[in-house]
């Protein structure tokens, strides 16, 4: 059964930083991708980020030059580094395992419970 618990959530004003976390278990982490994906109400989920296994990363056009995915392999954690934030990055994050290099989230099968990120302007 894989395992992915996010944290770091929380509300913070446009401009500002904020970086979230995703702890897996063992069987989750040993996946080759590993990615980061939001959902705002009345959205469709959407592809935020994707790391593969060599540290390769693939970004969203929206975030692309703010956000930065990472993982540590130690600590079997994926993060997600945003920066310069917008009230339109406004939703609930998801980090997901076993899925593919394209930020397409039927991709994916493992999935956390969501971490909740607000930017209030």
Request: with cysteine; net charge positive; hydrophobic share 35%.
């Amino acid at each position: 059964q894989a395992q992915l618990v996010e944290s770091g959530g929380g509300s913070v004003q446009a401009g500002g930083s904020l970086r979230i976390s995703c702890a897996a278990g063992e069987y989750a982490y040993s996946f080759y991708y590993m990615a980061w994906f939001r959902q705002a109400p009345g959205k469709e989920r959407e592809g935020v980020a994707v790391i593969d296994g060599s540290g390769r990363t693939t970004y969203a056009d929206s975030v692309k030059g703010r956000f930065t995915i990472s993982k540590e392999n130690a600590q079997r954690t994926l993060y997600l580094q945003m920066s310069s934030l917008k009230p339109e990055d406004t939703a609930m994050y998801y980090c997901a395992m076993r899925g593919s290099s394209r930020l397409v989230a039927s991709d994916f099968q493992y999935w956390g419970q969501g971490t909740q990120v607000t930017v209030s302007s």
